[in-house]
């Protein structure tokens, strides 16, 4: 079936970097872009920006422009999300999405969600 | 930045009745696009509506979505137990944002 398989719960300093993976499977993975949206512990759903999976084009929210960098490998159906220079106010859960539309741009809604990452930013 | 403001921030309705959530944009939504989505505790948001008011493959009829403009409405018809959870609605006409959400808790 058409399902999206996030890496496991990470745990980073302050200032350091993390990368969450979002291994895609059942569906054609370059025809569709991947999003990434995050939400903070009890709180609502952030949008962090789009890849397509069809030429690796990106849309970057302006919040983590210069910060967020997003990537995918076609070989092995997989994007990533790296997140630079963490706070504490990073701490999340780190979702990614499939665009609902084939060939669809970052202006889509998200039919296919992964099972979320949590990410915790503590010293 | 096209805010979203959803109301009540706290539905709370008992099994069986009528469930009206509203969502407000600070800017028209382009295109109608507006989408609702529901999340349980634990779990992923799950996609019910796009375009306003089209229903996702597999979404019961009891939910429909309505409005133009700025202003959009997600309709609850008669509440099942599985449907207390909470709904952000979303905008996709211009960079993407969502609702702060309603939650539909069990009177």
């Known amino acids: 079936q058409v399902q999206l398989v996030q890496s496991g719960a990470d745990v980073r300093e302050p200032g350091a970097s993390v990368k969450v993976s979002c291994k895609a499977s059942g569906y054609s993975f370059n025809t569709y872009g991947i999003t990434w949206v995050r939400q903070a512990p009890g709180q609502g759903l952030q949008w962090m920006g789009w890849?397509?999976?069809?030429?690796?084009?990106?849309n970057y929210a302006q919040k983590f422009q210069g910060r967020v960098i997003m990537t995918r490998d076609t070989s092995t159906k997989t994007a990533y999300m790296e997140l630079t220079n963490l706070r504490s106010d990073d701490t999340a859960v780190y979702y990614c999405?499939?665009?609902?539309?084939?060939?669809?741009?970052?202006?889509?809604?998200?039919?296919?969600w992964g099972q979320g990452t949590m990410v915790t930013v503590s010293s | 930045e096209n805010v979203l403001t959803q109301s009540p921030g706290t539905l709370s309705l008992s099994p069986g009745e009528r469930a009206t959530l509203s969502c407000r944009a600070s800017?028209?939504?382009?295109?109608?696009?507006l989408a609702w989505y529901q999340q349980k505790p634990g779990q992923a948001p799950r996609l019910l509506i796009y375009?306003?008011?089209s229903r996702v493959t597999g979404i019961p009829d009891r939910f429909s979505g309505s409005g133009s403009g700025s202003d959009f409405t997600l309709t609850i018809s008669r509440l099942e137990p599985e449907d207390f959870a909470v709904y952000y609605c979303?905008?996709?006409?211009?960079?993407?944002?969502f609702g702060q959400g309603t939650k539909v808790e069990i009177k």
């Open positions: 999405a499939r665009g609902r539309i084939q060939f669809g741009e970052s202006t889509d809604a998200f039919d296919i």
């Open positions: 375009g306003a008011s």
């Open positions: 890849i397509s999976g069809y030429n690796g084009n990106t």
């Open positions: 800017q028209s939504v382009v295109s109608r696009f």
């Open positions: 979303q905008q996709y006409g211009s960079s993407p944002t």
